[in-house]
């Protein structure tokens, strides 16, 4: 697979990667080194500030929402790099760490996990245009690169994100849907610890079964919603040109700066 050639290995970050190296269907290639994706970076350690410092950033865009940001903040901050706060989360969705622990011990019978992420997709495609229309346009802006996106785990939301770019500049679906599942390979040890703690504050009266869609990366959260974006608009361009209002300049200065 493409993806796992592009990884550096950081001490707390388990889902850093370059979003580049793969071939478009042109025969062109995605650079390297120019734009990356990660999960949460708040537990860096001084080592991986050095590292991320080698990358030369100069934009991050943070697509948590405003209360993860506040409560794990991100140790690149004041490090001379643009931070972008650009939440795709749908605010109905937005539970505080006490919120949802309470919602796992009253209400446990009635949570459906796999429900709420589809839902959650389907918000980032249809709900979120006009992040996903900034997120192009600063990412078009070659002063702007090399540039991060990240959220959370690196899963869903910079998931989506990425696929869309990759899309969008002409990469094998097959291989921008093994990049998306490979995020299950990054973050799977971590993911089952809070399996464990989920199940705990729950009174395990929430089997493994039913946490494992919250937990993981799945082809039908983000084949639904593409097929749902093919069927309204007929390609991925045409959806960042009329679903997102990307001007078409935007989109050309963006293949510059990403293809080889």
Request: some cysteine.
């Amino acid at each position: 697979m493409e993806a796992t050639n592009n990884i550096i290995s950081f001490d707390a970050l388990t889902n850093f990667r370059d979003i580049g190296g793969h071939h478009t269907m042109d025969g062109k290639r995605i650079k390297t080194g120019v734009l990356f994706r990660s999960d949460e970076l708040s537990r860096m350690t001084q080592r991986d500030i050095g590292l991320m410092d080698e990358l030369r950033l100069k934009l991050i865009c943070d697509l948590r929402t405003a209360r993860e940001q506040a409560s794990k903040k991100s140790r690149m901050l004041n490090q001379g790099i643009e931070m972008k706060s650009l939440s795709i989360q749908d605010k109905s969705q937005e539970y505080t760490h006490f919120e949802f622990m309470k919602l796992l011990v009253s209400n446990p019978e009635n949570l459906n996990f796999e429900q709420m992420m589809k839902d959650m997709y389907h918000h980032m495609a249809f709900g979120s245009q006009d992040k996903i229309r900034e997120i192009f346009c600063l990412l078009s802006d070659a002063e702007n690169v090399p540039a991060l996106i990240h959220c959370t785990g690196g899963k869903d939301r910079t998931g989506f994100v990425t696929a869309i770019i990759q899309l969008f500049l002409g990469v094998h679906y097959e291989s921008v849907m093994m990049d998306y599942l490979y995020s299950n390979v990054r973050i799977g040890p971590k993911m089952k610890k809070i399996e464990k703690f989920i199940r705990l504050m729950s009174l395990y009266r929430i089997s493994s079964e039913r946490i494992k869609p919250m937990l993981e990366v799945r082809r039908d959260y983000l084949e639904d919603v593409l097929n749902e974006i093919m069927e309204q608009y007929g390609s991925i361009e045409h959806y960042l040109l009329r679903g997102c209002r990307i001007p078409q300049s935007c989109l050309e200065s963006l293949k510059q700066n990403l293809i080889d």
